[in-house]
């Protein structure tokens, strides 16, 4: 099940935890594996540990003309794409009184118009060889709404509704789009929470644990997967019961 | 028949599927091949690729039947 040797799959983010998870999953069920980000180091340490079959293609996902050559990139060192994982993603809270409009741009080109501008270029190429998974990772926020984040909630509320468009368009030529939406994921900033922090958040979270980003990449995983075909316009929430949506 | 419009006919009749026949220069994409609009993005990328052009979108509007592919590309194909 979920094999993927012989799949072309770009992920943005990849140095983040969440993205090297994905990144790790998907190259060790056999996939060639394109790592985008922004710090290179990261990205070459990254390719060097998990080995072959991976490329590293950066991109600065605010810059639009990088945005636009990031998949040609990824075509072209892998020989095609088959699988695009938009991960990426950015936060520039403030109370919504507070808001600049820089922040609430920053956050919406990044996490919702660079996925919009990736997914264009690579559904053009899926069309072509009537077969693709896009998975695009939004978060439970999107849902539920968060106070101090009515930029990133908008963002990635807009990735599952632009998914759903997309999904119903290219659904016939066997392609998916679909969302993977996190709850609390272990992360450098939960690891800054002091314990009773973490505690008042755990009180909302029925599996008593935060989530990880091998929890994500799981979700990731499996709607990447050619076995699930016929999953399309979904969102797979991996909360651990926080918001059961 | 020019080769141009020999090989937009062979690509409409693989892409959507129908009878050679069917593929006359006024045939409709849409109306009379049953083409929907997806197919008809398809068809003007596979055109592009055949034939070495790019098609902006505003002429891809203008071509709805294959008589109007033909003439396009006999107009602005590279190769």
Not at chain 2, 14 to 26: F, I, M, P, Q, R
Request: with cysteine.
């Amino acid at each position: 099940m979920f094999d993927l040797s012989g799949r072309k799959a770009l992920v943005t983010g990849a140095t983040g935890g969440i993205g090297g998870a994905i990144a790790r999953a998907l190259h060790a069920q056999g996939a060639e594996v394109a790592l985008s980000g922004t710090r290179r180091e990261a990205l070459d340490a990254l390719a060097g540990e998990l080995g072959g079959r991976t490329h590293v293609v950066p991109a600065n996902l605010s810059d639009k003309e990088a945005v636009e050559g990031l998949v040609p990139a990824a075509e072209a060192a892998m020989g095609g794409l088959d699988i695009l994982v938009n991960n990426a993603g950015i936060t520039r809270d403030n109370l919504f009184m507070r808001m600049k409009d820089e922040e609430w741009e920053a956050v919406v080109a990044v996490n919702l118009t660079a996925s919009f501008r990736l997914m264009r270029a690579a559904v053009k190429t899926m069309m072509r060889r009537r077969y693709g998974r896009i998975v695009s990772i939004g978060s439970v926020v999107g849902t539920t709404g968060n106070p101090g984040q009515g930029n990133y909630a908008a963002s990635k509320a807009g990735l599952v509704g632009m998914s759903k468009a997309l999904a119903a368009e290219v659904a016939s030529r066997n392609i998916t789009v679909n969302c993977v939406a996190p709850g609390f994921i272990e992360s450098p900033m939960t690891d800054a929470l002091n314990d009773k922090q973490r505690e008042s958040i755990l009180a909302n979270v029925p599996a008593g644990r935060l989530g990880t980003g091998r929890d994500v990449a799981a979700a990731v995983l499996y709607l990447a997967s050619e076995e699930a075909g016929y999953v399309t316009g979904a969102t797979l929430h991996v909360n651990g019961g926080m918001a059961m949506i | 028949m020019s080769d141009i419009a020999e090989r937009v006919k062979k690509i409409v009749v693989e892409h959507l599927g129908v009878d050679a026949e069917k593929v006359t220069d006024n045939a409709n994409f849409i109306d009379d091949l049953g083409a929907d609009s997806l197919d008809t993005v398809e068809l003007v990328m596979a055109f592009e690729e055949e034939f070495g052009v790019e098609i902006p979108d505003d002429a891809a509007e203008t071509i709805v039947t294959v008589g109007d592919a033909i003439k396009f590309l006999e107009k602005n194909a590279s190769a």
